[in-house]
Structure formats: C-alpha cells, structure tokens
C-alpha cells in the first residue's frame, strides 16, 4: 500500500513559479521500483500527464510544459518535485500525484498504469 500527500499548490500570477511535492509512504524497498508522475485535471477535461518519473530515472513530459516543468524524485525521503516556471493560465488546474508499479517509460504520462493517487493540490494562475 502507498499512500500519496501533495503539498505546493496555490495561486500565482502569469509567468510565476510553483514547486509542489508528493510525499510517498511506502517502504523504501518498494518505493524504489514505482513510476511516480504528475497529472492535472482542469474543470471539464479529462486528467492528463503532466511530468512522470520512472524507477531508471527516465523522465517525460508532456509538450505544453517541456522547458517550463521540471519533475526529480528524492528516492531517501519518498518525495516526488514538481518545479514549475512561466506559469500561464492553461496551466490552472488540480494536480495529483500518482505511483504505480505497471507503467512503462513509454506509457508513463497515461492514466491506467498508476495505482496510487493522492488528493491532489490547486494550482491556479491568473492573468
């Protein structure tokens, strides 16, 4: 079982930044073979991948953020980063941590290989 906390989120004017985090409780052994990502949903879209991490250390993106997102993990304190930049008003959305065991580097930003999702976190930037 792993259980998923996100701190960070809050609102920020056009062109600010934001780091959000996701602690992760689970045992350090397990943990350290867990994809863990970054997803968003805003009000009336379906929840996409933001920014994913895998045990290798391989990382994606989803285009709209690459050079603005950075996503690292802390594997010794079972936290998952979010650094955001440049932040524009597409940008507002809920953003949810996920882990999970079954997704690959190829398919880490969807949905259905994640186990584990936290409460999530408002971002929200105005314009």
């Known amino acids: 079982q792993v259980q998923l906390v996100e701190s960070g989120g809050g609102s920020v004017q056009a062109g600010g930044s934001l780091r959000l985090s996701c602690a992760a409780f689970a045992s350090t052994y397990s943990s350290y073979y867990m994809a863990m990502g970054w997803f968003r949903q805003a009000p009336g879209k379906e929840r996409e991948g933001v920014a994913a991490?895998?045990?290798?250390?391989?990382?994606s993106y989803t285009d709209s953020v690459k050079g603005r997102f950075t996503i690292s993990r802390d594997n010794v304190k079972n936290t998952l980063y979010l650094e955001m930049n440049s932040l524009n008003a597409e940008d507002t959305a809920m953003y949810y941590c996920a882990a999970g065991f079954r997704t690959t580097v190829a398919t880490m930003l969807l949905t259905g290989g994640y186990d584990y999702w936290g409460q999530g976190t408002q971002v929200t930037v105005s314009s």
């Open positions: 991490v895998h045990s290798d250390g391989s990382k």
